[in-house]
T-cell receptor
Framework: DQQVKQNSPSLSVQEGRISILNCDYT??????FLWYKKYPAEGPTFLIS?????DKNEDGRFTVFLNKSAKHLSLHIVPSQPGDSAVYFC?????????????FGQGTILTVHP | DGGITQSPKYLFRKEGQNVTLSCEQN?????MYWYRQDPGQGLRLIYY???????QKGDIAEGYSVSREKKESFPLTVTSAQKNPTAFYLC?????????????FGQGTRLTVV
């Protein structure tokens, strides 16, 4: 079963506008969430994370929002730049015995047009 | 400078052969992981290790084996029992004991069965 889902395979936005990438999860044990950016044939690079005790975390142009009741998180990129074009993965981690183990979504391809 | 090194970047294997993918880290991280990425899919966990001489199966461990004899090294063997081994393999590491920390990834190894 897919415990972390990114239902939009792709997203296209204009440079300077906002990009919103969404992620849904089903496992109530998840308590830490991360966003990674990935270029083809490279490893993912960490972007931003959020703990389940928060509902928002901001780092420069990147903001992650967490809605625990809806089991939903989103990544906002403002303003979007052409260099942001990549695949974005949402990941989640459960506490307890599976500590450290990440579960990834399928990814969303973001294309930012100049 | 610190990081995770995966080698080789590209690997070709004949059907029925075992092959070992290398992963070395100099970040002094306790935990290491192996993920597999297939086209259009997210990363799926194969094996992970929280400490030396200990490792656990992930979601898709069948046909794979690992060892963790040194903190810095976590090699993955793709055996002939793995029915569909062609994929992009990613190694990662993290500080196992910290509650909120990201995993760092290597650049990946593309394995192709010919």
């Amino acid at each position: 079963d897919q415990q972390v889902k990114q239902n939009s395979p792709s997203l296209s936005v204009q440079e300077g506008r906002i990009s919103i990438l969404n992620c849904d999860y089903t496992n109530s044990m998840f308590d830490y969430f991360l966003w990674y950016k990935k270029y083809p044939a490279e490893g993912p690079t960490f972007l931003i994370s959020i703990s389940s005790i928060k509902d928002k975390n901001e780092d420069g142009r990147f903001t992650v929002f967490l809605n625990k009741s809806a089991k939903h998180l989103s990544l906002h990129i403002v303003p979007s730049q052409p260099g942001d074009s990549a695949v974005y993965f949402c990941a989640a981690r459960a506490g307890g015995t599976s500590y450290g183990k990440l579960t990834f979504g399928q990814g969303t391809i973001l294309t930012v047009h100049p | 400078d610190g990081g995770i090194t995966q080698s080789p970047k590209y690997l070709f294997r004949k059907e029925g052969q075992n092959v070992t993918l290398s992963c070395e880290q100099n970040l002094n991280h306790d935990a290491m992981y192996w993920y597999r990425q297939d086209p259009g899919q997210g990363l799926r966990l194969i094996y992970y290790s929280q400490i030396v001489n200990d490792f656990q199966k992930g979601d898709i461990a069948e046909g794979y084996s690992v060892s963790r004899e040194k903190k810095e090294s976590f090699p993955l063997t793709v055996t002939s029992a793995q029915k569909n081994p062609t994929a992009f393999y990613l190694c990662a590491s993290s500080i196992a004991v910290s509650a909120n920390t990201e995993a760092f990834f290597g650049q990946g190894t593309r394995l192709t069965v010919v």
